[in-house]
């Protein structure tokens, strides 16, 4: 074989492992910016998700509450009650796996309760409010959103 022969070769070779490892990079680099874009359009979506739970939350705790305390009581707001939570679980159902993992055990064990105040059951264990602030500070907290904290840490004094 000749030296020109074997120099092409050996350039041909080198051409093919460079072009090899380039497309190779290529591909990792598109496929991290792919990924990075979904984390990104999950996050937003996860944050709706999470803003519209504690809105359902807020919008049920004070009917829930005026009906847990007086089963039996006005048909009004134990109406009132039962279309929120008609609402609520419509909501749950298209939205819950949005929801972070403990959130949504909370959040779904505060609106069975509510389901069953609706119904004239008494919600007293636990307590309706206890599931409540159980529920919302999971919402809260189940953002994910502590990377983003940009307070000022507190400086001991003394």
Known sequence: MSDTLAGALIGAGALLCGLVASQLANFLVEQRR??????????AK??????????????IIEPAMKANLSPGGDPGILGLVDSLYVGARKWW??????LDDVSRI???????????????????QPPLHVMFRSALD???????MKHLDV??????VG
């Open 106 to 124: 909370k959040v779904v064990d505060f609106l069975e309760a509510v389901r069953d105040i609706s119904e004239g059951v008494v919600q007293d």
């Open 93 to 98: 159902d298209g939205n819950c796996l949005y």
């Open 34 to 43: 792919e990924l990075a874009s979904y984390r990104v359009n999950l996050y």
């Open 151 to 156: 307070r000022e840490p507190r400086r001991h």
């Open 46 to 59: 996860r944050l709706e998700v999470h803003q519209e739970a504690y809105k359902w939350l807020m919008d």
């Open 138 to 144: 999971a919402v809260v907290t189940g953002i994910g």
